[in-house]
């Protein structure tokens, strides 16, 4: 039988909250890889820096402090810009935190659950919903695409979030500044 990491409830993620193209927690776009990584201390450790073959960007991955080396521990990918500041945060839908914009939380959540929620909000405030060539919904205007990821048997929210310089056609894979990389992940 294979080994199953089912999705942490909220309560152990933690919660952060959105500024749309400003923040995400504690991280503000702009920032640099080491401010990020000091802003990220206390409950996660860099895992991985890596320079993305396809669009010769820079990502970094970081993993939740304390968990089972074993178990796929992803908490979220940092994406940064040809100036090495911070442009993106993607989110992971197993184990990262818990991200509010309003008053829902945006990660880990079923899709069919979450859409309803997301196009009320951007519609209530007179925004543009785009759906991305994968069927991502997102909005320029809040900086946020809402992807699906595969976890285990089920399939859940997985949140980027961009700043001001990566807004514009934050939700198309062929014509906004996220790396084909991000677009190309399925499953953890």
Same mark, same amino acid.
């Given at each position: 039988?294979? =080994?199953?990491?089912?999705?942490?409830?909220?309560? /152990?993620? %933690?919660?952060?909250?959105?500024?749309?193209?400003?923040?995400?927690?504690? =991280?503000?776009?702009?920032? @640099?890889? /080491?401010?990020?990584?000091?802003? =990220?201390?206390?409950?996660?450790?860099?895992?991985?820096?890596?320079?993305?073959?396809?669009?010769? !960007?820079?990502?970094? /991955?970081f993993a939740r402090r304390g968990s089972n080396p074993l178990s796929p521990v992803l908490s979220l990918s940092t994406?940064?810009?040809?100036? @090495?500041?911070?442009?993106?945060? &993607? +989110?992971?839908?197993?184990? @990262?935190?818990?991200?509010?914009? !309003? /008053? *829902? %939380?945006?990660? %880990?959540?079923?899709?069919?659950? +979450?859409?309803?929620? *997301? #196009? !009320?909000?951007?519609?209530?405030?007179?925004?543009?919903?785009?759906?991305?060539? *994968?069927?991502?919904?997102?909005?320029?205007?809040? !900086?946020?695409? =809402?992807? &699906?990821?595969? #976890?285990?048997?089920?399939?859940?929210?997985?949140? +980027?979030?961009?700043?001001?310089?990566?807004g514009e056609r934050c939700g198309s894979c062929s014509e906004g500044r996220i790396p084909q990389d991000e677009w190309?992940?399925?499953?953890?």
């Open positions: 039988m294979p =080994l199953q990491w089912n999705a942490l409830d909220d309560v /152990e993620r %933690g919660v952060w909250k959105a500024v749309p193209l400003e923040s995400v927690g504690p =991280l503000r776009f702009g920032m @640099g890889h /080491e401010e990020v990584e000091r802003a =990220l201390e206390e409950g996660m450790l860099v895992s991985s820096v890596v320079l993305d073959s396809l669009d010769r !960007g820079v990502r970094a /991955e994406y940064y810009d040809e100036g @090495g500041n911070l442009a993106a945060v &993607a +989110i992971d839908a197993r184990s @990262g935190p818990q991200v509010v914009m !309003g /008053e *829902f %939380g945006l990660v %880990g959540r079923v899709p069919s659950e +979450i859409e309803g929620q *997301f #196009v !009320g909000y951007v519609e209530s405030r007179g925004l543009d919903l785009v759906y991305s060539e *994968f069927w991502d919904m997102s909005s320029e205007a809040l !900086g946020i695409v =809402l992807r &699906a990821q595969r #976890v285990d048997d089920v399939v859940l929210s997985r949140p +980027i979030f961009v700043g001001r310089s990566w190309l992940r399925q499953s953890r």
